[in-house]
């Protein structure tokens, strides 16, 4: 060896290795040339709030988010608009995201709002009495 670092057969390059960071496993994505959102979580004073990263995008055009079943799905599209062919490290195609609910979340009652090239979805989640409850007992 010269100098240079030899890739042993079926291991991943360094480049691989980020796109795992960012993409998840090889093999999570179950559909092809589908990409995940990158998303924060937040719960606080009876809201829950999710924010996802979608630069580039129009959101009344291109972004569709669904309630059901508990999980909030998101989805988006972004299309190139390049007349050359040269190398690009932007991401186009369909992206997709679902995230599960809090217990207790009213999905039907979410809100959605884009700026900045962040998606902030707000969805309401009641607070639940978890106090101590006597039951009386009937003498029959």
């Known amino acids: 060896m010269t100098g240079m670092i030899e890739r042993l057969p079926g291991w991943?390059?360094?480049?691989?290795?980020?796109?795992?960071?960012?993409?998840?496993?090889?093999?999570?994505?179950?559909?092809?040339?589908?990409?995940g959102i990158r998303v924060e979580e937040h719960l606080a004073?009876?809201?829950?709030?999710?924010?996802?990263?979608?630069?580039?995008?129009?959101?009344?055009?291109?972004?569709?988010?669904?309630?059901t079943e508990g999980a909030v799905t998101l989805r988006a599209e972004r299309s190139e608009e390049t007349t050359e062919k040269h190398r690009t490290e932007f991401r186009y195609g369909t992206f997709a995201r679902s995230v599960r609910l809090p217990a207790g979340a009213k999905g039907e009652e979410a809100t959605a709002e884009y700026k900045d090239g962040v998606l902030t979805i707000k969805v309401p989640v009641p607070e639940t009495k978890t106090g101590t409850r006597t039951i009386p007992v009937r003498h029959v």
């Open 12 to 35: 991943p390059t360094l480049p691989d290795l980020f796109g795992w960071v960012e993409t998840g496993l090889p093999g999570a994505h179950t559909i092809p040339g589908l990409h």
């Open 45 to 67: 004073d009876g809201t829950y709030e999710l924010r996802a990263e979608l630069p580039g995008i129009d959101p009344a055009k291109d972004v569709e988010i669904t309630v």
